[in-house]
């Protein structure tokens, strides 16, 4: 069993005395685990960073063995990540709620677009927070937990969208949400889509998403707990918007 493909790397570790299990996430392999022989060398540490765009072949006697990579650098992300510790964060949530989420060997194409998209952003710091936060809603469609903010649950209203029902995930008007309002998710606008967004908006909006990754994902998942990575990058966000 061969393949050939390019990949995002989600993780490193160390294997033996030399070699390194990695996970990457391919456009038609999906999240796809091997032992990179020498992976652990000096020589190799630089390349085998969380992000790196990476050229994979992977090759197996059994397509249910682990199998065995050789890999080929095509970018380095984490380097370009050191200087903005939000960029940095970020990149390290993304990689480990892909890891988290996924499950092996299943192709998820969009997703993999998206998330190299993504990636490519790391020097673009103002876009860098909502462009994850984006990543985030559509990181929750792909895994079936999508939020419907098309219009009011209670009344259909498009209009004076303002919170989020935590168990359907629907958009909730104010004039809607009556007595319930204390009970709902807040509903920033940079979770419509609209325009550009400071980090405490940003910060809000992923308080929201984040209870439909704990709430129902996780548990979907064997409630496994979400990655703290995440919380650290919340929390960069916070601490720089107060």
Do not use: K
Request: proline share 7%; with cysteine.
């Amino acid at each position: 069993m061969e393949w050939r493909d390019s990949g995002i790397l989600l993780s490193a570790r160390p294997h033996g005395e030399s070699s390194a299990i990695v996970e990457v996430f391919t456009e038609t392999q999906g999240r796809h685990a091997g032992v990179v022989r020498g992976g652990a060398s000096r020589r190799m540490a630089p390349v085998l960073q969380p992000g790196a765009q990476l050229d994979v072949s992977w090759r197996a006697r059994l397509a249910e063995h682990i199998g065995a990579f050789t890999v080929e650098p095509q970018r380095a992300r984490a380097a370009q990540a050191m200087a903005d510790r939000r960029a940095l964060a970020g990149l390290q949530a993304v990689t480990a709620l892909l890891a988290f989420c996924l499950p092996e060997r299943a192709p998820h194409p969009a997703l993999y677009r998206r998330s190299s998209t993504l990636l490519d952003l790391l020097p673009e710091r103002d876009l860098w927070p909502l462009g994850y936060l984006r990543w985030e809603l559509a990181l929750l469609s792909e895994m079936g937990f999508g939020l419907d903010l098309s219009a009011c649950a209670a009344t259909g209203a498009t209009e004076g969208l303002a919170y989020v029902s935590p168990r359907t995930g629907r958009a909730v008007s104010a004039a809607g949400a009556g007595n319930w309002a204390d009970r709902l998710l807040p509903l920033p606008p940079c979770l419509l889509g609209a325009g550009t967004a400071e980090d405490a908006e940003v910060a809000l909006a992923l308080g929201t998403t984040g209870h439909f990754l704990h709430h129902h994902l996780a548990p979907h998942l064997g409630d496994r707990p979400v990655p703290e990575a995440r919380r650290r990058f919340i929390e960069l966000l916070a601490r720089r918007a107060a």
